[in-house]
Each structure stands twice: as C-alpha cells, then as structure tokens.
Nanobody, 126 residues
C-alpha cells in the first residue's frame, strides 16, 4: 500500500518556525516530483511548494517565498517543509503530495499529483 504520512504540525506563535516532514512508504518516490499544499478553513486547497526529483529545483507560492523551504532526502524517502517567520494566515492543514508522472517538472496544480497524505494541522496564533 502506497502511503504518504505528514508530521510536525502544531500550534506556534507568529514569527516562529515549524518543520513538516512527509514519509513515503509502499514505493520509492526518489524519481518523482513532490509538493506541499495547504487548505485553510472555508478556503480551497492551494499550492505551497514543489521540488524536483533531485532536489535541484524548487518553486514556491508567492505567499511563502523567502519564508518556507522545501527539501528532500531520497535515501529516506522523505520530503520536508521548513516554515519560518510564520504568520496567522499560514494556519491550515498541510498536505504532502507525490507526482509519479513528473520528475524534473515542478507541478503546481493538485490534479498533477497522484498520491496524497492525510494532512497535518498548522495553527499560528497572533
């Protein structure tokens, strides 16, 4: 069974940092593009960041650029999202996703991803 499991969410004050982790199992994702999305209450899911299979290229939503960093460790089948300078508007459920159809392309739309995690809640207080 192929799974993506996120962890590392929690409650943080504005200005703080959190590091989200995404563990893959059931298959290796080392050749695939990976991404993070988020969904705030009452809002649609939105793209946050994507990374190519090698980790050599990343792409970020304007709202998180300069504050968030996506990275990966293919030897561990893991993807990370380091979130710094958190703001209350970053509050959302964060989802990890894998795109098995792309490796060097940076997919930014949900329909371009094939596997999803169950999500981890991030709450930022002001």
């Amino acid at each position: 069974q192929v799974r993506l499991v996120e962890s590392g969410g929690g409650l943080m004050q504005a200005g703080g940092s959190l590091r989200l982790s995404c563990a893959g199992s059931g298959r290796t994702f080392g050749n695939n593009g990976m991404g993070w999305f988020r969904q705030a209450p009452g809002k649609e899911r939105e793209f946050v960041a994507a990374i190519t299979w090698s980790g050599g290229n990343q792409y970020y939503a304007d709202s998180v650029k300069g504050r968030f960093t996506i990275s990966r460790d293919n030897s561990k089948n893991m993807v990370y999202l380091q979130m710094n300078s958190l703001k209350p508007e970053d509050t959302a459920v964060y989802y990890c996703a894998a795109s098995i159809r792309y490796s060097d392309y940076l997919p930014r739309n949900g329909y371009e991803y094939d596997y999803w995690g169950q999500g981890t809640q991030v709450t930022v207080s002001s």
